[in-house]
């Protein structure tokens, strides 16, 4: 039986190392933690801060090591670099761009409905929508978040509900962790599906937007909108059409300005909204979302890069660091400085804990 690590260092994990999961046929057998195991075939590193060459190679020399490139650029610049995907045995990303270029990439879709330590990641199927049932507004649910990279979309979520709360004919209540410094903020989300449910529109702006570095980038922002029979206004994918049928979902690049889309959305009538609906829900089936975004899709793709020979002579296309401004340069750089803090302080507590938790038993 294949043995596969996943290292996840996120505060939502519930302890340092979750119990196994085998997969239905017996194949493999997956344990998700927060620093790598000994006794393993294969390691796969959420985003590249997670990895450690020598705690690796102190603790599973023999295992291969696998890269999964979850963050996109704005948010983690550093793994989209040569000098990083060379000390990987192999590459995972949603990437199109990256797995159109090279095969030292695997494509993997991401957004897990199902991740071991999130019961209630997915939004559930609405079978029947009425439009009767839906206020004729808009909803935004986010985190409050912000970064320095010229990419990013977090300052246009913002942009959009004051200008809406100042200047629109529809209502836009935004959702979300506090704080948040919006004059629409509604409170927290609690059951996003039911929020949801209330409206007939949700703003669905991922957190970075570029022609290049989010070709691909389709995450569970806009199939929870889909799931829901909410529309969503999207912007964040940059071949987003070539993914999702552009008759299921509005387009905020074809605005020229906010106006237009407000017009938009106070026009649409029952009929055209009850046909988005249907559209999204026939799209949501076809595409079977709940298996192409299964954490049990990913360790499949893992099992087959195990069994694949390694290719020694793969070669990689121009990265973040060569194709990138100089805003994106400057922030590669300013990640190597932060770096160890995530190499080094944060696995340090993690050992700590792990330590303190066995003399406790």
Wanted: glycine share 4%; with cysteine; hydrophobic share 35%.
């Amino acid at each position: 039986m294949l043995r596969i690590n996943i290292v996840y260092q996120n505060k939502n994990m519930p302890a340092d190392v979750l119990p196994p999961i085998d997969s239905p046929d017996g194949a493999y057998t997956v344990t998700w933690s927060r620093l790598p195991l000994a006794g393993v075939d294969a390691v796969v590193y959420f985003n590249h801060y997670t990895f450690d060459r020598r705690i690796h190679q102190r603790v599973c020399p023999d295992a291969l090591k696998i890269l999964y490139m979850y963050e996109p650029p704005a948010i983690d610049p550093m793994q989209y670099t040569r000098r990083v995907w060379k000390q990987f045995d192999a590459v995972l990303t949603w990437n199109t761009y990256l797995t159109e270029s090279s095969s030292a990439f695997t494509f993997e879709a991401g957004a897990y409905f199902d991740l071991p330590y999130c019961s209630d990641y997915g939004v559930p199927m609405r079978e029947a929508v009425d439009p009767k049932d839906r206020e004729k507004a808009i909803c935004q649910i986010c985190g409050d978040k912000y970064s320095l990279s010229v990419e990013e979309i977090y300052s246009e979520r913002r942009r959009v509900a004051r200008w809406f709360h100042e200047n629109a004919s529809t209502r836009m209540d935004v959702f979300g962790r506090p704080p948040m410094e919006v004059p629409n903020y509604r409170g927290e989300c609690g059951d996003k599906a039911e929020i949801m449910a209330r409206y007939r529109y949700a703003l669905c702006f991922e957190n970075t937007w570029h022609p290049l570095w989010t070709r691909g980038y389709l995450t569970e922002k806009i199939l929870d909108c889909m799931a829901s029979g909410t529309i969503p206004v999207y912007y964040g994918c940059s071949n987003i059409e070539e993914l999702v049928p552009p008759d299921c979902f509005i387009d905020y690049r074809k605005f020229n300005d906010l106006k237009e889309l407000d017009a938009l959305l106070l026009s649409m009538t029952d009929d055209e909204y009850a046909g988005y609906a249907r559209r999204m829900q026939s799209f949501v089936r076809e595409y079977n979302a709940p298996v192409r975004h299964s954490a049990f899709r990913l360790y499949e793709t893992v099992a087959v890069v195990c069994s694949r020979p390694l290719d020694p002579k793969k070669g990689y296309p121009e990265d973040y660091a060569a194709l990138s401004s100089f805003n994106g340069k400057l922030r590669l750089a300013a990640m190597r400085i932060l770096l160890p803090y995530h190499r080094f302080v944060y696995p340090a507590f993690a050992m700590v804990r792990v330590a303190k938790k066995r003399i406790t038993k």
